[in-house]
């Protein structure tokens, strides 16, 4: 995947043949952002330059995304398949609008991932798609690690839509565009992240992400959703986590907060004794008014979705003026447009 400063997208900056002007680095831009990607699997393989350029390039797919007249020929004659292990509205609606918009053909994949043993269906399935000369792959699978295996086997670039517990990056992207429209660069801003932290894909991306971008982060959870060895007033022990705080208090982790996010309880993945009690949940844990007014005033309120109203999120702040829920759906075309359009220039460069 490389990744220009600007990747400018207008229908009339398009040749007859689909190329994008602009789209080949300039020496300049080549001087600020040279690096290369391949696959994006995860955000912890992302440098901070690819972070920041891919967030610059989502800017210009989202301007395209408000015209009346969207589609784009960039990605004309690509073909991206979407293989979804797992159930999925918003995300692969997402993934092929954007595809979509960009001229792509884009085909969905849904695979049960319970009817068949994981290793020799990914395996095969990932020999099927290479034969397909595929132009990118878009991998969910409640398995950890599914995407990379395919990664492997593919020539093709993958992008990880979210693998077991381990990482969503192009939620993490989108959330971290979401922000620095709403409170500009993310240096020195806190943070709040609260609630299911151990099963939730999306807070390890998205808390990586905010890291990288030099964010203070600060998480709060029930102990028994927290990851073993995250202790209370420390930092995670975990690579590329060593500014985040663990709040002893949820009250702590939102006080003063420039945005919060709030995580779905991610029930379906839960072992039994996590969470004995929904309605204890929400007294401790959920984001309500009295909760979120300890934030600045005005803080955006996020939410991956789709969000348990009553439970983590309360219904008057999940459709309240704080919330940026709608804004995140949105951005999340445009950040994965800024996706599929890198690793598919990349792609190209290879052939
Ligand atoms: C997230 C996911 O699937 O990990 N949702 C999403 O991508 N729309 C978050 C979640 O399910 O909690």
């Known amino acids: 995947m490389t990744t220009t400063r600007k ?29 290369t990607i391949h696959h994006l699997l995860d955000v912890d393989a992302l440098s901070r330059a690819q972070i920041e350029t ?6 210009g797919m989202l301007e395209v995304l408000g015209r009346d007249l969207k ?24 993934f092929e609008e954007a595809g979509k918009i960009l001229g792509a053909d884009v ?3 849904s695979v049960s991932a319970s009817s068949v043993s994981k290793g020799e269906s990914l395996y095969n399935t990932s020999l099927t798609l290479q034969a397909m000369q595929v132009d990118a792959l878009v991998v969910r699978h409640p398995h950890s690690g599914a995407p990379h295996f395919v990664a492997r086997h593919v020539k093709a670039p993958v992008v990880n839509a979210g693998d077991g517990l381990h990482a969503h990056p192009t939620q993490a992207l989108l959330d971290l565009f979401t922000l620095k429209q709403r409170i500009g660069a993310l240096d020195g801003k806190k943070i709040a992240v609260i609630g299911d932290v151990l099963y939730s894909r999306v807070a390890r991306s998205d808390i990586l992400g905010l890291a990288k971008l030099g964010a203070d982060v600060h998480v709060s959870g029930p102990p028994t959703l927290m990851p073993s060895g995250w202790q209370p007033g420390a ?18 982790a ?3 907060a420039d ?18 009690d929904l309605r204890e949940y929400s007294n401790l844990y959920g984001i309500n008014k009295a909760r979120l007014a300890l934030a600045k005033p005005g803080a955006p309120l996020m939410h991956p979705g789709p969000m348990n109203e009553g439970v983590e999120i309360s219904s008057e702040v999940a459709h309240g003026d704080q919330s940026v829920v709608e804004e995140q759906v949105r951005n999340g075309v445009a950040v994965r447009m800024a996706v599929l359009y890198a690793v598919c220039a990349a792609g190209k460069e290879q052939e």
Do not use: W
């Not at 789209?23 to 952002?33: R, W």
């Open 7 to 35: 990747t400018p997208l207008a229908t009339d900056e398009t040749g007859a043949n689909g190329q994008v002007e602009g789209a080949q680095p300039s020496n300049s831009q080549l001087e600020t952002a040279p690096e």
């Open 54 to 59: 891919l967030l610059d390039s989502s800017e």
């Open 71 to 94: 589609k784009t020929p960039a990605l004309r004659g690509k073909t991206i398949i979407t293989l979804f292990f797992e159930n999925s509205t918003r995300t692969r609606i997402s």
């Open 107 to 109: 085909i969905n994949v």
């Open 235 to 252: 930092a995670p022990v975990e690579p590329g986590m060593e500014s985040v705080t663990i709040a002893k208090r949820i009250e702590e």
């Open 254 to 256: 939102l006080d003063g």
């Open 259 to 276: 945005a919060v996010m709030t995580l779905r309880i991610q029930r379906e993945r839960q072992d039994a004794g996590h969470l004995p």
